[in-house]
Nanobody, 121 residues
Framework: QVQLVESGGGLVQAGGSLRLSCVAS????????MGWYRQAPGKQRELVAY???????TYANSVKGRFTISTDNAKNTVYLEMTSLKPEDTAVYYC???????????????WGQGTQVTVSS
């Protein structure tokens, strides 16, 4: 298990940028992958992006070309660089570790408090 603390959210105008950070309580290099998720009001939590410990990245279609996920293993930190933000990106953003099991990735059961991102039009 790992404890995660997200930060960097805020209020930004459409077209603006934000960088989210997620600091883990232990080394993330040994975790199969790290991901960013988001949950908008009244909607289910959805995957935004994830990065494997080998550096392979995967993005939701809605954020491709606008968001970039990266890690700094020395700092046990995962980042999500968000550009060209849209009002529909408004949500609480969470990070989590992923474990590769039975042919797919599963998130760890515990979640952090998340960080609110609000994009005004």
């Amino acid at each position: 298990q790992v404890q995660l603390v997200e930060s960097g959210g805020g209020l930004v105008q459409a077209g603006g940028s934000l960088r989210l950070s997620c600091v883990a309580s232990r080394s993330i290099f040994s975790i199969d992958a790290m991901g960013w998720y988001r949950q908008a009001p009244g909607k289910q939590r959805e995957l935004v992006a994830y990065i494997t410990n080998g550096g392979t990245t995967t993005y939701a279609n809605s954020v491709k070309g606008r968001f970039t996920i990266s890690t700094d293993n020395a700092k046990n930190t995962v980042y999500l660089e968000m550009t060209s933000l849209k009002p529909e990106d408004t949500a609480v953003y969470y990070c989590n570790g992923l474990e590769y099991k039975s042919g797919g990735y599963r998130t760890f059961p515990s979640w952090g408090q998340g960080t609110q991102v609000t994009v005004s039009s």
